[in-house]
C-alpha cells in the first residue's frame, strides 16, 4: 500500500478497539472486526483506500 492510499484508523471516528482476543479492531461504519486494522482489511479486499474514513474532531 503505498502512502497515498492509507488510511489511519486510529484517526477515524468510526474505528473502536473491542473485547476480543481474536478481533481487537473494529469499524463502526462497514460494522466489521478484524485482527489488523480495517482500513487494511478494506485495502486488501477491494484495492481502494476506505472510503468511509471521517477524521475525528478534536
Known amino acids: ?6 488510511r489511519n484508523c486510529y ?3 468510526f474505528f473502536y478497539v ?3 482476543p481474536a478481533h481487537p479492531n473494529g ?4 460494522g466489521f472486526k478484524s485482527r489488523q486494522l480495517p482500513s487494511i482489511t478494506v485495502f486488501q479486499s477491494s484495492g481502494k483506500p476506505c472510503e468511509y474514513f ?3 474532531k478534536k
Open 18 to 20: 473491542t473485547w476480543e
Open 54 to 56: 471521517k477524521e475525528k
Open 27 to 30: 469499524c463502526r461504519a462497514l
Open 11 to 13: 484517526k477515524c471516528q
Open 1 to 6: 500500500m503505498d502512502e497515498d492510499n492509507k
